[in-house]
Each structure stands twice: as C-alpha cells, then as structure tokens.
C-alpha cells in the first residue's frame, strides 16, 4: 500500500517532517525513555520511506529546505547515522532532478517537425527485428515513466510536472508521424503498398511481443486520414480492418482490455487508455467524502486509482532481454525526420485530388 500514497507522498512528506520538527531535536536519542526513542525511530523511518518515494518533480524547494533543515538538527543533536541517511537520500533525488532539467530532450513540446524523411530501406530489414528495435526503445522509455507523474498527469495534463510521461508520448507520436511519412513519400502506388503491407508485418510482431505501445503507434498511422483516403488493394484494407478490431474503442476497448488481461509480462500497454481511466476516475470521485464525523478522504477513489497504477507498476518490473542494432537505431534515427500534419495532407491531396473517383475499393 505505500506505493498507493505515491501520488500525495509530497503533502505526506511535509506533514512527517512537521511533526519531527515538533519535538526537540537537539536531544540526543539516548537521552530520551524508551517509548520515545521507538516512537523518534519510526517516525524516522517512515519519513525516509516517503522521501525516497517521493518523484523528482515532487521535490520542491519549500520542501527540500524543510529536509535539509531536519539533517542540520539531526546532526547537531549528534545523530549521525540518521542524518547521513536522509542526507543520502535527499541527495539522490537532487541529482536525478539536476540531470531532468538538463535535459532538453525530456521537456520538448509534442510538435512534429516539418522536415523530409528517408523511405526506402525499410523493406532491408526484417519486420521481427524492427518490431523488437521498436520495443527496446518503447521499454526504455516507459521504465523511466514514474508513478506520481501519471496520477499527476490525470489531474493536472502539465508536461512539466510530468516530463518522462511527456517523453514517452512524444516518442508514440514521432513514430506515427514517421510511418505517414514514409509512406507517403514514395512516388508509385506500389511502393506505398508495399510499404504498409511491410508495416503490418512488423505489427503483427509487436504483438508478439505484447508491445500495445507500438502497435497502436503504426495503427494510428496506417488508419490516418492523408492515408486512408488513398487508394489500396482490396485485400490490404481487409487486413488493415483486422488489425484494427484490437483496439475498438467500441465496448470500452472490451477486446483489448481482455488482450491485456491474458498476457504474461513482460509488456508496454497502450498508456492512453490508462490515463483515460484515471482522468474518469479523478473527475467522476471526490477527493473527499462528508460523514457524520466530518469529511473523510474517499479510500473507494484512492483503491481505484491505486489498482490502475499498480498494473502499470507490475508491467515496468519486467523488461525485455533484446540486443541493440545499431543499424536499425541509425535508420530510425529517433524518428526525428517525418512531415508535419499539413505537409501529409498536401501530398495525399497531390496523389489522390478532391472528389476524385477511388480506383480501388476499401
């Protein structure tokens, strides 16, 4: 349960911290009778448990100087040990902080970039290893994601406040926009065929690999409206239809909800159907519930949100053991060179006019 209390660790910090302020700090430990000594322990203990729960983007300044405060009066009171652990601890979580925030690449808005992509060699590798290249980078990613960022993101949408989660969004939407690219591109109606036909292939591994992630990344693209307004081979658009029954929104994503259910980890699940989830959740609940003794926090809201969470948890536990090709890494290149929305409608407009007869059937 007090991975549960991540999302509110923060206010949980403070209020431990305020009351070890509340006793004598300067009093060394061994000076104290023995119920005070256990209950000055646990307390400790606990809040060294809720610091090193709490994300880098929950460590704010107020916060930090009330921490860093505590390891003065622990060490003036000659307590080391505790000291040295929380100074640890806090210590730890600046340095991740420091390096997020030199990170650009971590705080990007979600804006595709209007530049030219390299079709072609896509059909020189396999579809196997290019859905397990996919995943590698997918798992990278969504390991980095930390829990406080997601609830966070369900209250609030900051990109700020969530920067892995934005991260990884933005990855799902460069692919996307680097599959429309790709394709598009190219001059023959063939090539285009053969492109997405190639797409598929490699989707129908991704779900081999349980990776939801990526798969609906490539579905996105593939049944986006510059391409699928264009003319495709009867049995290419079936196929396409098929693939498409996974993630029917149809029935609250029934069959993908029921996919995720029966696989074995480890696995990178579609993470807009749970933010979804826990944004019906935050606004359908409140945070608080009136009693005849008062108002009472809403533990129903918090189970909710905690049994969402935890899935997520239990898919990060688990990684992929795959080999890096750098070959593949160099072709895609982090699918910085795709076209932007307006330049995808303008190519499809070129190859295929307005009110211009279908020379294949969907």
Same mark, same amino acid.
């Not at 396999?126 to 369900?154: G, H, N, Y």
């Not at 693209?221 to 290419?236: C, G, I, Y």
């Not at 993630?247 to 029966?262: G, K, M, P, T, V």
């Not at 795959?322 to 795709?338: E, G, P, T």
């Given at each position: ?12 910090g403070? #209020?431990?911290?305020e009351?070890?302020? #509340? ?5 060394? *430990? ?28 929950e @460590?704010?300044?107020d ?8 390891v003065?009066?622990l060490?003036i ?19 991740k ?25 896509l @059909? ?9 290249? @996919? ?9 980095k994601?930390e829990l ?8 609030e949408?900051?990109?700020e ?9 933005q ?12 394709? !598009? *591109? ?22 081999k690999l349980?990776?939801f ?33 996974l !993630? ?6 029934r ?5 995720l259910?029966e ?11 749970i ?5 019906f959740?935050? *606004?359908?609940?409140?945070d ?8 009472m ?23 992929y053991?795959?080999q890096?090709?750098d070959?593949?890494?160099s ?7 795709? *076209? ?10 070129r ?12």
């Amino acid at each position: 349960m007090a991975d549960h209390a991540q999302g509110q660790s923060g206010a949980h910090g403070k #209020g431990a911290l305020e009351n070890t302020q #509340g006793t004598h700090p300067a009093r060394s *430990l061994r000076e104290r009778t023995p119920a005070d000594l256990t209950a000055a322990k646990s307390t400790f203990q606990l809040l060294v448990r809720v610091v090193d729960n709490l994300s880098v983007v929950e @460590l704010e300044s107020d916060l930090l100087l009330l921490l860093i405060d505590l390891v003065f009066r622990l060490l003036i009171g000659g307590e080391l040990g505790m000291a040295h652990v929380l100074h640890s601890n806090v210590l730890s979580k600046m340095e991740k902080r420091w390096k997020l925030v030199d990170s650009p690449q971590s705080l990007r808005p979600l804006a595709a970039k209007g530049v030219a992509a390299r079709p072609g060699t896509l @059909l020189d590798f396999r579809s196997q290893d290019l859905a397990e290249q @996919l995943t590698l980078m997918d798992s990278d990613l969504f390991c980095k994601i930390e829990l406080p960022e997601v609830l966070l993101w369900s209250k609030e949408q900051n990109e700020e406040r969530s920067p892995h989660l934005t991260e990884f969004t933005q990855h799902f939407n460069n692919v996307s926009f680097w599959v429309r690219s790709v394709i !598009i *591109l190219q001059d023959k109606p063939q090539d285009r065929e053969k492109l997405l036909l190639k797409f598929l292939k490699v989707m129908k591994h991704l779900r081999k690999l349980n990776n939801f992630n990526s798969y609906l990344s490539i579905l996105s693209a593939l049944d986006s409206a510059p391409l699928r307004r264009l003319d495709w081979q009867r049995n290419t658009s079936e196929t396409l239809e098929e693939f498409s029954s996974l !993630i029917d929104s149809s029935s609250s994503f029934r069959a993908y909800r029921a996919a995720l259910a029966e696989v074995e980890p480890p696995c990178i699940p579609y993470l807009g159907l749970i933010l979804q989830d826990l944004t019906f959740v935050h *606004l359908g609940n409140p945070d608080t519930l009136m009693t005849s003794q008062g108002p009472m926090v809403n533990f129903s809201k918090c189970w909710q949100q905690f049994n969402i969470l935890d899935t997520l948890r239990s898919f990060q536990q688990v990684r992929y053991s795959l080999q890096r090709d750098d070959d593949i890494m160099s072709f895609f290149n982090d699918f910085s060179d795709h *076209l932007a929305e307006e330049a995808l409608w303008e190519l499809s407009l070129r190859i295929r006019p307005r009110n211009a007869s279908r020379t294949n059937q969907r």
